[in-house]
């Protein structure tokens, strides 16, 4: 299923063409060359200083690791992450190295994940972010370290059919992508 975005002008495709799917194929398996190549991308995202807080765990479905971390997702997610092919969790280093705090991590959270999102895209399989978890179930899962905190999450995998989806996943599936309109969000100096 597509849901190309429909624009006031032209973006690239890749913007236009990704969204984040529910429904994945169960019996699809993704590479470890697809994989790396997600992560490169995350590894080339821009971030203040160049300080690349990001952190990744990977785990690929059919291992100990990646049922855990679905273990730790929330309820609606549970209902369609487990058909992914690959989870990844992105934490990042919750202080500069001097010890101060460091709230651009999460900004650069976000462009890691995005790169890795649209590398995705770009490999034909399709990423969905996530933020639904119980942070502390997650936390335990990974055994992370204190210096770090979780950002966000996604899936990544080859889109099946939405009627592999039931309930409210399935009618998010098949709902239109929408976003503001660009008069709401632009504040100042619209084109
Ligand atoms: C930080 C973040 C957290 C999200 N968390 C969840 C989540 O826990 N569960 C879910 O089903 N979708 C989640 N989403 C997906 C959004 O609902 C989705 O990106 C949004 O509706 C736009 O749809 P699109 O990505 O298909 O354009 C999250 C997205 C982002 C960016």
Request: no cysteine; proline share 7%.
């Amino acid at each position: 299923m597509q849901k190309t975005a429909i624009t006031s002008a032209e973006i690239a495709p890749v913007l236009a063409e990704r969204w984040s799917p529910r429904a994945y194929d169960v019996n699809h398996e993704v590479s470890q060359h697809e994989l790396l190549s997600i992560l490169e991308a995350g590894r080339w995202a821009p971030s203040a200083n160049n300080m690349q807080p990001w952190r990744y765990s990977v785990a690929v479905r059919g291992t100990e690791l990646f049922d855990q971390m679905i273990g730790a997702l929330t309820g609606f997610n549970q209902a369609w992450a487990p058909r992914a092919s690959a989870f990844i969790v992105i934490s990042v280093l919750n202080q500069k190295p001097d010890g101060t705090p460091y709230p651009a991590a999460m900004l650069d959270a976000g462009l890691t994940a995005q790169n890795m999102m649209i590398q995705t895209h770009e490999l034909g399989l399709a990423a969905h972010p996530i933020a639904g978890m119980v942070q502390e179930d997650m936390r335990k899962v990974l055994d992370l370290a204190d210096n770090l905190t979780i950002a966000m999450a996604m899936t990544v995998g080859k889109r099946a059919e939405p009627e592999t989806l039931e309930g409210p996943a399935f009618e998010r599936e098949i709902a239109p992508r929408t976003r503001l309109e660009l008069d709401e969000i632009v504040l100042h100096g619209k084109p």
